[in-house]
C-alpha cells in the first residue's frame, strides 16, 4: 500500500517537504539564537557550486552540494575574525558562489541543466531516491543534533562557559557547520538554493513567541516548517503557482500569526 | 594540594600579547584575588585557566578530574532564545528538581526557577548564575567580575553570598574583581596584574607593595581608582603617563 502510495508525485512531494522541514528545524534554532542567518544564506548559494561540479564531473549532485556547502561553511569559519567584518566576508562569498555556480552551469553545453530547478526547488519532480536521500539526510542532521544539543546550548550561551565545563567551543562550531551542509543538500530540490535560508530562518521566528525552552522552540518549529510544506504545496497546486515560493509564503503568513498571538498574549498576562 | 598551576604562561587575543611570562597556582580551598587596571590581562588569565584562550607559550595543567564552576561577567541574553532559570541550571548537565531547588537556595533565589532568564534583574541573573557554578560542585568556583552592573550594596550582598557558599562547600575561589577593597579583604592571596604579574602575596602585603601603589595610587581606599595604561609603565616612577 505504501509503495502505490508512493507513486502519486502529490504524496511523494508532501513527504519531502515534511523531511525538509524536519531537517531545517532543530539547525534553523540555532542558526537564528546565534545570529547564523548570513551563513546560512553563504552556504546555501555555494549549493549551486556543488550543482555545476557535480554536473561537470557526472557524480551525484546532492553528493556535489554537500560537499561544495562545506568547504564554504570551512572557508567562512577560518577567514572570519581575520580582518573584515563577518557580514561583508559572508556577503562577498554568498554572492561569489551563487555567481560562480551560475557562470559554471552555463558552461555545461553537454548537459540540459533545469537551472530553475536548483535556484527555486522542483519539488513536485522528487523521485522515490530523492525521497529516501533527503529522509536520510534529515535523519543524520537531526541525529546529531540532538547528540550534541547540551554541548550547541551551552556554547551558544557563552562559549568560555562552555569551556569551564571541557566542552571545546570549535568542535561545536564545527558540528553546526556539518549540520548546516547536510541540511542544505537536503533541501535544495525541495525549495533550492535561494530559499533554503528562508526554511532555516522563518520556522523558528514563527515559533519564538510560543516557546518558554529551547527544546518547545525546536518541536514547534517542526511543526510550523511541516505545516509551511504541506499547506504550501496544497496552495501551489490549486493556485498553480511556484511551489518552493509558495512554501516560504505559507511560513511567511504563520510566522506573522504567532508574532501578533504572541503579543496579544503578553499584554494580557 | 595544587587545583590549578600556570607555569610561564603567555597569552595573545587576536595577534596582541596580553599577558606573558605568568606563574601561579591556585591551592584547595583558599580564595585568590586577580586585581589589576582595565586590560591588564584578568579575563585573559581566566581564560587561559579554563582553556577557552589556548597559550602561546608556557603551560596550564590542571588536577586530573577539576570540576570548576564558572561565573561569567555576564551572559548576553537576547530576546530570541526562550529559557527558564531551570533549564539554563540543566547546562551542560541535568540535575535533579531537588538538586536545583537546593543551588538556587544556596545562591539566595528560591523562587526564581520558573522564570524566564531575561526577566531577571541584575541582581537575580548574577545569582542564578551562581547557582548553575554550584551545581557543578565545584573545586574551584572563577567568578569573572561577577558584580558588573551591580551597585555596592547589591555587590556587598554578592560577595557575602560567595563567602557562606566556600564555607559549606570547602571550594577554592578564584575572582576578578574592581571592588578592590571588598574583594581583598576577603582574599587569602591577591596577584596583581598588569600585562604580567606585578606583584603578588597577602591583601596586606600586596597594598603595601610600590607596584601596587604606582597602579592604584598609595590611598588604596579609594576602590575606583582604575587607571589605563596604554605603555610599559616604571614602578620606580609615579609619574608617568595617563591616556
Same mark, same amino acid.
Given at each position: ?50 550543482? !555545476?561540479? =557535480? ?5 551525484? $549532485?546532492?553528493?556535489? @552540494? *554537500?560537499?561544495? %556547502? /562545506? ?90 562557559? !562552555?569551556? =569551564? ?5 570549535? $568542535?561545536?562550531?564545527? @558540528? *553546526?557547520?556539518? %549540520? /548546516? ?89 | ?243
Amino acid at each position: 500500500m505504501i509503495t502505490t502510495m508512493l507513486d502519486d508525485f502529490m504524496v511523494r512531494a508532501g513527504l519531502a517537504g515534511i523531511g525538509t522541514a524536519l531537517a531545517a528545524s532543530p539547525l534553523g534554532c540555532f542558526v537564528v539564537w546565534r545570529r547564523m542567518a548570513y551563513f546560512g544564506d553563504a552556504t546555501a548559494h555555494a549549493a549551486l557550486l556543488g550543482v !555545476a561540479l =557535480s554536473l561537470a564531473l557526472q557524480g551525484p $549532485v546532492m553528493l556535489g @552540494v *554537500l560537499a561544495a %556547502a /562545506l568547504v564554504m561553511a570551512l572557508v567562512v569559519q577560518a577567514l572570519s575574525g581575520r580582518g573584515l567584518a563577518e557580514d561583508t566576508l559572508l556577503g562577498v562569498l554568498a554572492h561569489a558562489a551563487l555567481a560562480f555556480g551560475l557562470v559554471g552551469v552555463s558552461f555545461l553545453s553537454g548537459v540540459r541543466v533545469d537551472l530553475m530547478g536548483y535556484l527555486f526547488g522542483d519539488i513536485l519532480a522528487v523521485t522515490r531516491s530523492d525521497l529516501a536521500l533527503i529522509w536520510g539526510g534529515a535523519a543524520a542532521g537531526i541525529g546529531l543534533m540532538v547528540w550534541r544539543w547540551q554541548r550547541l546550548l551551552t556554547t551558544t550561551l557563552n562559549p568560555d562557559l !562552555a569551556h =569551564s565545563s571541557g566542552i571545546s567551543a570549535r $568542535v561545536e562550531h564545527l @558540528v *553546526l557547520t556539518i %549540520a /548546516l551542509a547536510v541540511t542544505v543538500a537536503v533541501a535544495i530540490k525541495a525549495v533550492g538554493a535561494l530559499l533554503i535560508g528562508a526554511l532555516l530562518v522563518i520556522p523558528p521566528a514563527a515559533a519564538r513567541p510560543l516557546a518558554r525552552t529551547p527544546e518547545a522552540m525546536a518541536l514547534i518549529t517542526a511543526a510550523i516548517g511541516s505545516l509551511s510544506a504541506v499547506g504550501g504545496l496544497g496552495a501551489a497546486f490549486q493556485l498553480d503557482t511556484p511551489t518552493g515560493p509558495t512554501i516560504v509564503c505559507m511560513a511567511t503568513g504563520l510566522f506573522a500569526i504567532s508574532t501578533i498571538a504572541g503579543r496579544l498574549v503578553r499584554r494580557d498576562g | 594540594m595544587r587545583l590549578i598551576t600556570a607555569t610561564d604562561l603567555t597569552l595573545q587575543q587576536s595577534g596582541k600579547t596580553v599577558l606573558r611570562d605568568v606563574d601561579m597556582h591556585i591551592d584547595r580551598g583558599e580564595i585568590v584575588t586577580l586585581v589589576g587596571p582595565n586590560g591588564s590581562g584578568k579575563s585573559s588569565l581566566i581564560k587561559g585557566l579554563i582553556g577557552a584562550l589556548p597559550p602561546v607559550k608556557g603551560r596550564v595543567d590542571t588536577l586530573r578530574g577539576l570540576r570548576i564552576g564558572y561565573v561569567p561577567q555576564t551572559l548576553h541574553m537576547d530576546g530570541l532564545l526562550p529559557l527558564t532559570v531551570s533549564r539554563f541550571l540543566c547546562l551542560p548537565h541535568r540535575h535533579s528538581a531537588d538538586a536545583m531547588q537546593r543551588a538556587l537556595n544556596e545562591a539566595g533565589v528560591p523562587d526564581l526557577g520558573r522564570r524566564q532568564m531575561r526577566a531577571l534583574s541584575g541582581g537575580q541573573f548574577q545569582r542564578v548564575l551562581l547557582a548553575r557554578a554550584l551545581l557543578m560542585e565545584p573545586d574551584l568556583l572563577i567568578l569573572d567580575e561577577a558584580t558588573q552592573g551591580l551597585d555596592q550594596p547589591g555587590a556587598a550582598a554578592f560577595y557575602s553570598q560567595i563567602a557562606k557558599v566556600r564555607a559549606q562547600l570547602h571550594c577554592a575561589v578564584l575572582m576578578v574583581s574592581h571592588d578592590l577593597h571588598v574583594v581583598m579583604a576577603a582574599s587569602d592571596r591577591v596577584l596583581c596584574l598588569n600585562g604580567h604579574v606585578c606583584c603578588e602575596g597577602t591583601p596586606d602585603e600586596v597594598q603595601d607593595a610600590p607596584e601596587y601603589r604606582a597602579l592604584f595610587g598609595a590611598g588604596t581606599q579609594g576602590a575606583f581608582a582604575i587607571y589605563r595604561h596604554d605603555h610599559d609603565h616604571n614602578h620606580d616612577h609615579h609619574d608617568h603617563h595617563h591616556a
